[in-house]
């Protein structure tokens, strides 16, 4: 089974900063891929920012976050921390966050996808 455990959410004013770190545990081989999506009420699931695990990892962002929103991660052999910086939050900015790692559990396994539980972000204007 693999875990990811989100922490970091919270309430904040607008051009607040908060970080998000979500941390992986379980029976991981290794991880290809972590993000973070974001969930509005009564919408889908939208990705906010993610980086690859190889290399100096490549990054991507949503729009609405560029120029705002920093994806990092931090490796500890096969398990990994992925952090989201966000920076002059905006009351838009408000929703569910979720991490999302891209995961292999064996040497010849298939790619899973895992979720965490969700922290919430709240941005007050």
């Known amino acids: 089974q693999v875990q990811l455990v989100e922490s970091g959410g919270g309430f904040v004013q607008a051009g607040g900063s908060l970080r998000l770190s979500c941390a992986s545990s379980g029976n991981i081989f290794s991880i290809n891929y972590m993000g973070w999506y974001r969930q509005f009420p009564e919408k889908e699931r939208e990705l906010v920012a993610g980086i690859t695990t190889s290399g100096s990892g490549s990054t991507s962002y949503a729009d609405s976050v560029k120029g705002r929103f920093t994806i990092s991660i931090s490796r500890d052999d096969a398990k990994n921390t992925v952090a989201l910086q966000m920076n002059n939050l905006k009351p838009e900015d408000t929703a569910d966050y979720y991490c999302?790692?891209?995961?292999?559990?064996?040497?010849?396994?298939?790619?899973?996808?895992?979720w965490g539980q969700g922290t919430q972000v709240t941005v007050s204007s």
């Open positions: 999302y790692a891209q995961v292999r559990t064996g040497w010849n396994s298939a790619v899973y996808a895992y």
